[in-house]
């Protein structure tokens, strides 16, 4: 087993400030990440991917619509921002079949910069996070449950394989030509445009590929702490103590056992961990995570 030696919990997905609200889990456990509205300021044309040409998670259709307790239905129309891009199943139809192998995130502007500024490289490891609640699916229509709470849980990986810089007026690599649909390569006026490819598999578990979902919800991927209120008040093995987690403060979180709770920053999309000397630890725990992939 090969740790990686930078681990970042990075925010994907629905939430408040993206799309409005949770991400659904289903009635039987499956998380299903809803990707976020493309943003008005980018170009849009027949070329973009639209929420309603979205196809399928395993056995489930995208959701046509989103109730929440607290507002009408939110329908799912309009161009979207299909990234990270580790579900060929969820890609429209018209999208060549020689992706169907193909895992990739893309990144810009100031959280770029804080990536690279951490160092991250090829073999490091994201961690995405998103906000979710348990909902009911009828006819493609998830309706939250009012008695359930908002939580924050791991819900895909990504090994990084190589590392892509776009820009609008260089040349795409030949390995990203087949993956046009991507925002990030679709629209390349981007500032600080990266590209993230997946490793073909996953270092601490060869079995895995390099990119992929945690298909149903457990308490392992959980990072809210149970019974809190507050979504973002978390609980972390207490390694993190030692590996740091750029934009918070680990080091002054409550101490309980082997474990560390504290309130997380704002909204930041990229929080970067780092693995040097507590490796094993860090295995062990992501052991504990990839049983559940």
């Not at 659904?24 to 943003?39: A, C, L, R, Y």
């Not at 590209?195 to 601490?204: A, D, K, N």
């Amino acid at each position: 087993m090969i740790s990686p030696k930078r681990i970042i919990l990075s925010r994907k997905g629905f939430d408040r400030g993206s799309g409005g609200c949770p991400s659904p889990i289903f009635q039987d456990g499956t998380m299903f990440s809803i990707p976020i509205p493309e943003n008005n300021g980018h170009k849009v044309d027949e070329g973009h991917v639209r929420f309603e040409n979205l196809e399928k998670q395993g056995k489930y259709r995208f959701p046509k619509e989103l109730v929440t307790s607290s507002r009408s239905g939110k329908t799912l129309v309009g161009p979207v921002h299909l990234d990270p891009d580790i579900r060929p199943g969820l890609r429209p139809q018209s999208i060549s079949k020689d992706c169907s192998s193909f895992f990739i995130f893309g990144q810009d502007g100031g959280p770029q910069t804080h990536l690279a500024n951490q160092g991250v490289s090829k073999g490091d490891l994201f961690l995405f996070f998103g906000l979710f609640r348990r909902a009911t699916l009828v006819d493609d229509v998830a309706s939250f449950d009012r008695s359930s709470k908002n939580m924050h849980v791991i819900w895909g990986w990504l090994q990084i394989g190589e590392i892509h810089h776009l820009d609008l007026h260089g040349i795409v690599p030949e390995c990203l030509r087949s993956a046009t649909y991507h925002p990030h390569i679709h629209y390349r006026e981007r500032i600080n445009n990266c590209i993230y490819v997946g490793t073909p598999s996953l270092s601490v578990c060869k079995k895995l590929g390099g990119s992929g979902i945690f298909e149903r919800y457990d308490e392992d991927l959980r990072l809210t702490t149970p019974q809190e209120d507050r979504c973002s008040y978390w609980t972390l093995p207490s390694f993190f103590v030692r590996a740091g987690l750029t934009h918070n403060a680990p080091d002054k979180w409550d101490r309980h056992g082997e474990y560390i709770s504290g309130k997380t920053a704002g909204r930041g999309q990229e929080f970067v961990a780092k693995t040097d000397g507590i490796e094993d630890k860090v295995g062990n725990w992501l052991n504990l995570l990839f049983r559940h992939a």
